[in-house]
């Protein structure tokens, strides 16, 4: 069985989100002017794993952390953000 869960996103270069392990992300969205990753999960997984989202504005130069997937950037007004999510 499968859910889609939200997973608020705060507007900080790295921060860990706890999700599901398996959890697997489909998007990201901005939801009441927040960004959110919507992720494919499953319910009854009670393990959670930290991941790694790193938020990246247009123009922000950054190292390359730690693998990390592009998952869709945000506009919120003239600021746009990029989110990447570790694997």
């Known amino acids: 069985m ?3 869960w939200k997973f608020p996103v705060k507007l900080m270069f790295s921060q860990e989100i706890e999700m599901p392990v398996g959890a ?8 009441a002017f927040r960004p959110c990753i ?3 999960v499953d319910p009854n997984t ?3 794993t930290s991941r790694r989202v790193s938020v990246v504005a247009t123009g922000q130069e950054f190292d390359d952390f730690p ?3 592009y998952l869709g950037t945000v506009q919120m007004g003239e600021l746009v953000f990029h989110i990447f999510v570790s694997s």
Request: charged share 20%; net charge neutral; with cysteine.
């Open 24 to 31: 697997r992300p489909l998007c990201v969205q901005l939801q």
């Open 46 to 48: 009670k393990e959670t």
């Open 2 to 4: 499968n859910a889609v």
């Open 67 to 69: 693998p990390a997937d």
């Open 38 to 40: 919507w992720a494919l």
